[in-house]
């Protein structure tokens, strides 16, 4: 057995996960990408302990982040939107700017099957990133749902339980 495999044996049943999207114009009934969020989560056995919308200002993000990455009932962030590079796009640098460790590798494969499998050399475009926060896992990718069925199902889906298992792991 691998020790890959050794840490997803160990790894939580369960992740109580949060979703944010970010956008100035989407509400919760317009909001696909989060629903499709939720709904994935739940379908591979994550808990989802709230939803919302936040503006894509660079503060408000940064609050939200925060206050829910404290939060004891909370151990993942999921964000969607507010990645590209139009000036109204903060959630990269809001998020970046919180981060106690990055994961550089989530969103340079998340670039790479995007480039690959969905949207060529667009992908270029995409600021998805990750990392943690204390305790908590953070995940930002763009807000199409293309996008969001692929860092889903290809990344944070599979990997989830063992992101926490790492983060909860004693030195």
């Given amino acids: 057995m691998s020790s890959v495999d050794e840490h997803r044996r160990e790894a939580p049943q369960t992740v109580s996960c949060y979703i944010i999207t970010v956008s100035d ?55 969607t939107g507010g990645t590209g590079i139009s000036p109204r796009d903060t959630t990269y640098e809001a998020v970046a700017s919180l981060l106690d460790k990055s994961m550089p ?19 270029i475009l995409s600021r998805a990133i990750a990392g943690t926060i204390g305790h908590t896992a953070i995940f930002s990718m763009p807000g199409s749902e293309g996008a969001v069925r692929l860092a889903m199902e290809r990344l944070i889906i599979p990997e989830l339980r063992h992101v926490m298992r790492e983060i909860y792991k004693r030195s």
Avoid at 58 to 69: A, D, G, P, T
Avoid at 105 to 123: K, M, P, Q, V, Y
């Fill in 25 to 79: 114009t989407r509400t919760l009934e317009t909001d696909t990408g989060g629903a499709l969020i939720q709904s994935l989560l739940e379908q591979a056995g994550y808990t989802v302990t709230g939803r919302t919308i936040v503006k894509d200002d660079y503060e408000e993000i940064r609050e939200l982040v925060y206050k829910n990455s404290v939060h004891s009932g909370i151990e993942a962030l999921l964000l």
């Fill in 105 to 123: 590798g989530f969103g340079e494969i998340f670039r790479h099957l995007s480039f690959t499998e969905d949207i060529g050399s667009a992908a």
